[in-house]
T-cell receptor, first 111, second 115 residues
């Protein structure tokens, strides 16, 4: 079936460094992808999205890259801050507007 | 804008009782809302899609008679966990939007503990 998976369950970075979180998806027909941040005990928070007709999109300190050839998605966070510590999920939206979430990566920022 | 609320934020109940969780879109109308369940250290799993004025669509493996969903208005969907058991203890999250718009806006979640 459809699935979205992540390569790294936990990522530890030094404050100020850049973070890269990766995600693989399996449904080549998916045309919309979103990254969410979830802090402990809270609901997911939208970070950035990208449609399949793009390969890169930038926000404030965040960049999402999409490689449709290998069905890979990544989230780059520049100058990682302690407040960025959370679990990050990628998600793809299927044709019925359902979101399929990846397994999540925990980002730990070392002071 | 695009704020989704849930009530209650946490609930503790005895096994065998029923619990109702509300999901509201505060500043927009949502013809479609989604209910997810998240166990500790796991990802979000879609339980059902709630459509205003019609029956909910449940994902495979989710018991529709146990998880009753009502979407009576464009701003409110409710999830009732009937005859709750300890294995139903989880973090329940709703979202709204997404159809034709892309982004779903998530509520803060409801922590359910069944004793």
């Amino acid at each position: 079936g459809e699935s979205v998976g992540l390569h790294l369950p936990t990522l530890s970075v030094q404050e100020g460094d850049n973070s890269i979180i990766n995600c693989a998806y399996s449904n080549s027909a998916s045309d919309y992808f979103i990254w969410y941040k979830q802090e402990s005990g809270k609901g997911p928070q939208f970070i950035i999205d990208i449609r399949s007709n793009m390969d890169k999109r930038q926000g404030q300190r965040v960049t999402v890259l999409l490689n449709k050839t290998v069905k890979h998605l990544s989230l780059q966070i520049a100058a990682t801050q302690p407040g960025d510590s959370a679990v990050y999920f990628c998600a793809e939206m299927d044709s019925s507007y359902k979101l399929i979430f990846g397994s999540g990566t925990r980002l730990l920022v070392r002071p | 804008g695009a704020v989704v609320s849930q009530h209650p934020s946490w609930v503790i109940c005895k096994s065998g009782t029923s619990v109702k969780i509300e999901c509201r879109s505060l500043d927009f109308q949502a013809t479609t809302m989604f209910w997810y369940r998240q166990f500790p250290k796991q990802s979000l799993m879609l339980m059902a899609t709630s459509n205003e004025g019609s029956k909910a669509t449940y994902e495979q493996g989710v018991e529709k008679d146990k998880f009753l969903i009502n979407h009576a208005s464009l701003t409110l969907s409710t999830l009732t966990v009937t005859s709750a058991h300890p294995e139903d203890s989880s973090f329940y999250i709703c979202s709204a939007g997404g159809v034709g718009e892309g982004t779903q806006y998530f509520g803060p979640g409801t922590r359910l503990l069944v004793l």
